[in-house]
């Protein structure tokens, strides 16, 4: 054999090698599936799977009372801290040091004037609020700060209103995580019919907002002459402060939201439900109900009928617009991509939130917990850009308001799914009583938004505004639902709404139901294309020997 043969030969040897070594079967082959991007943080993280819950303050749950407030137990995975729950009730300025420093809140945030009327209860409220960032791009690295999750590794921007702080923002030196106070969405506001009512609005943001308090009884003018409304001609600009003042006559669920560009800031998360409760004697009511869920200290007059009472805040996120704070902290830039580039006839939404939170979060703190034969007050707001159709499963309640307006007990209406326009507020008398129509008994009964968009979360689903009303010996003691552990396992991972996984991941049926083109190969088939390989080289090697 010459030896152009042989060079010839080695090279078809080479190549029928690389053939092999390229066609060698893998045990999983990529589907060659590119899912769209969403946002997908802490990747410094070993695993994208989270604990349901943290279980951080068991000792939050309990029934207790702090500095004479009686606070009800929460069975919620994540409580409210009880501390600021009873500082929201006396004031900063009538609760112990020891007290407040439990608490993230300033100490000029709420402050409790005088018993005017001498029916045991103050009837001047002074409240501070501020205009909070949250995933908000930071200026010292490319990493986002204050950040809140909406559910397992989505971030999205957002903007909302909190009760003056103290301190970091930041649990610690160490974290760029919100502390809890500072979370979406902002919070309910409570204050007793008849009240003189002082809410100033202290702007630390960048850009400028007011407070405009939607269906609330109020003056246009203050008592300086000044705007009353909250509209944008009279905006609150950065570094500036304002003061509203309000008298309310009317009791009733309101809202209250920033005015200036009103269609982008209202969506950025500026909103919050304003409850003016019915005048009692000693009504000491819950002034902040921080993340909206259940109020842990009732007025007098809800205690009189109901059992429990519950906020309930439906809002949605166009990741686009939340995506302008995260690409640019020079406010210059957000308010030309704000205001000019980005056009808001054109916006969509991609996440639909309950009480700041979409599913799997919700299960953390936006479970109903009720047991049978009880009465439950829900106040219902839409805070989103489109209607919602709030349905519950095994249940019938009855309309008991509109927008603040009580309704006549022959006009109210018992159903299982509220249509309610954006901006609108229902009231709803929720009973437990198994009877057929407005319980059908015990059970872990979903809740949510029947718009078929409202249980997803950009696309993913079972997501959005998904939440539970659960019968407490179904909830284990951190509060999560039993009998979910499989599906629990699959959605409390970041992978899962990043579209890294499949639906079906896990289980009997995974080799049917996962991603097409993950294909597990039979062994025996692996060994025999070894085998046929050794011998194709080995034949090769021999007949070169030979003809050598």
């Known amino acids: 054999m ?13 190549a029928l090698i690389t053939a092999v070594v390229q066609l060698f079967p893998k045990t999983l082959s990529s589907a060659g599936i590119n899912p769209p991007p969403t946002i997908y943080s802490h990747p410094e993280e070993t695993s994208s799977v989270e604990k349901p819950c943290s279980n951080e303050h068991p000792e939050w749950r309990q029934a207790q009372t702090i500095e004479g407030v009686d606070i009800a137990p929460a069975l919620a995975c994540e409580p409210d801290n009880p501390y600021e729950v009873a500082t929201s009730v006396r004031g900063t300025n009538n609760v112990s040091m ?19 009327d001498k029916d045991g209860d103050p009837d001047e409220i002074h409240i501070k609020l501020e205009v ?38 930041l649990k610690n030196f160490n974290s760029v995580v919100a502390i809890p106070m500072l979370r979406a969405p902002s919070p309910t506001i409570r204050v007793e019919q008849g009240d003189k009512v002082f809410i100033t609005l202290e702007n630390t943001h960048y850009l400028p907002h007011t407070i405009h308090l939607h269906g609330v009884d109020h003056a246009f003018h203050n008592s300086k002459g000044e705007d009353n409304d909250g509209t944008e001609e009279h905006a609150v600009f950065p570094g500036k402060s304002h003061t509203y003042e309000i008298q309310p006559r009317h009791a009733g669920t309101m809202l209250y939201h920033c005015h200036v560009q009103t269609a982008q800031h209202f969506m950025m998360g500026l909103h919050g439900i304003f409850v003016v409760e019915e005048n009692h004697p000693n009504n000491w009511v819950q002034t902040f109900n ?42 210059r830039l957000v308010a030309q991509r704000m205001s000019r580039d980005y056009n808001m006839t054109e916006s969509f939404e991609n996440y639909f939130l309950l009480n700041g939170h979409s599913f799997p979060y919700t299960l953390r703190d936006g479970i109903i917990a009720v047991n049978d034969n009880e009465n439950v007050k829900l106040r219902i707001a839409n805070v989103q850009r489109s209607p919602v159709a709030i349905h519950f499963h095994g249940h019938k309640a009855t309309i008991t308001a509109y927008d603040g307006v009580d309704q006549a007990e022959a006009a109210r209406i018992t159903r299982d799914v509220f249509d309610i326009a954006p901006a609108q507020r229902i009231d709803l008398q929720l009973s437990t009583q198994n009877n057929g129509v407005n319980s059908y008994g015990p059970g872990l009964w979903m809740f949510h938004d029947h718009v078929a968009t409202g249980t997803t979360s950009d696309g993913m689903e079972p997501g959005g505004n998904m939440a539970i009303l659960a019968y407490k010996p179904l909830l284990d003691e951190q509060g999560m639902p039993t009998m979910h552990d499989d599906l629990l396992n699959e959605v409390f991972s970041k992978d899962y709404y990043a579209k890294k996984q499949a639906l079906w991941a896990q289980g009997d049926f995974k080799h049917l139901l996962g991603d097409a083109g993950l294909i597990v190969p039979t062994y025996w088939q692996i060994i025999l294309f070894g085998l046929a390989a050794g011998l194709l080289i080995g034949l090769a090697l021999v007949f070169t020997l030979k003809r050598k």
Not at 108 to 115: C, K, W
């Open 132 to 169: 909070v960032e949250l995933n908000g791009a930071s200026p010292d690295g490319e990493f986002l700060i204050n950040t809140y999750p909406i559910a397992p590794g989505i971030q999205p921007g957002l903007w909302v209103y909190a009760p003056k702080s103290r301190g970091m923002a």
């Open 98 to 116: 020891m007290t407040l420093m439990q608490t993230d809140l300033a100490q000029d945030a709420l402050i409790m004037g005088e018993d005017v």
């Open 290 to 331: 921080v993340g909206a869920g259940q109020v842990r200290h009732p007025s007098v007059g809800v205690k009189n009928t109901y059992s429990q009472e519950y906020d309930l805040v439906y809002q949605s996120i166009d990741k686009k617009l939340s995506q302008i704070i995260q690409n640019a902290n020079d406010p």
């Open 2 to 14: 010459t030896k152009k043969h042989l060079v010839l030969l080695a090279l078809l040897l080479m």
